[in-house]
T-cell receptor, first 112, second 112 residues
């Protein structure tokens, strides 16, 4: 079991650019959630997708978007990057909506 | 809106001593509470959830609705318990654990 895999592991972008983060859930898991973790804080919920539909959205601007593909992998997109978007982005998958989350190692995004 | 507070950012104890990591929450409904743990160089993982009422690695946590608390306890701490601990809340009434509200985390250090 490879666990939840995220790519890339690290990323450096410039303000105003766009970024795409990718997540592959554990095989058989149909739900994917995205979290942002700023240094020194706990993870903050961004999105949840289940069966390719958005099932929840956190308090983030419209610059943040996501989607889930037929194979249940997911992408998180962030447009018009700001310095404040610098954070660790965590992806978590679960078998069903009400199953415990399994987290990936995250993508460290630095915006300069 | 729901909120999870972990008042201690750092907690140090000696091996064999009891340990209690505090978690308080604010939520008007019936929440479901979780403890997640992150060991050094490992991914965030579920430690326990209140609905299971189980003991994992010697840790227990009791949901006290009157005090809105979900403190994590272990009678005899071990060095391998040193880690970052997050308390988290789900407000989805058991229908979805993908959207969690996390506390800021407590770094537990167990000294030999």
């Amino acid at each position: 079991d490879a666990g939840v895999t995220q790519s890339p592991t690290h990323l450096i972008k410039t303000r105003g650019q766009h970024v795409t983060l990718r997540c592959s859930p554990i095989s058989g898991h149909k739900s994917v959630s995205w979290y942002q973790q700023v240094l020194g804080q706990g993870p903050q919920f961004i999105f949840q997708y289940y069966e390719k539909e958005e099932r929840g959205r956190g308090n983030f601007p419209d610059r943040f978007s996501a989607r889930q593909f037929p194979n249940y992998s997911s992408e998180l997109n962030v447009n018009a990057l700001l310095l404040g978007d610098s954070a660790l982005y965590l992806c978590a998958s679960s078998a069903r909506q009400n199953s415990p989350l399994h987290f990936g190692n995250g993508t460290r995004l630095t915006v300069t | 809106a729901q909120r999870v507070t972990q008042p201690e950012k750092l907690l140090s104890v000696f091996k064999g001593a009891p340990v209690e990591l505090k978690c308080n929450y604010s939520y008007s409904g019936s929440p479901e509470l979780f403890w997640y743990v992150q060991y050094s160089r490992q991914r965030l993982q579920l430690l326990l959830r209140h609905i299971s009422r189980e003991s994992i690695k010697g840790f227990t946590a009791d949901l006290n609705k009157g005090e809105t608390s979900f403190h994590l306890k272990k009678p005899f701490a071990q060095e391998e318990d040193s880690a970052m601990y997050y308390c988290a809340l789900s407000d989805a009434g058991g229908t979805s654990y993908g959207k969690l509200t996390f506390g800021q985390g407590t770094i537990l250090t167990v000294h030999p």
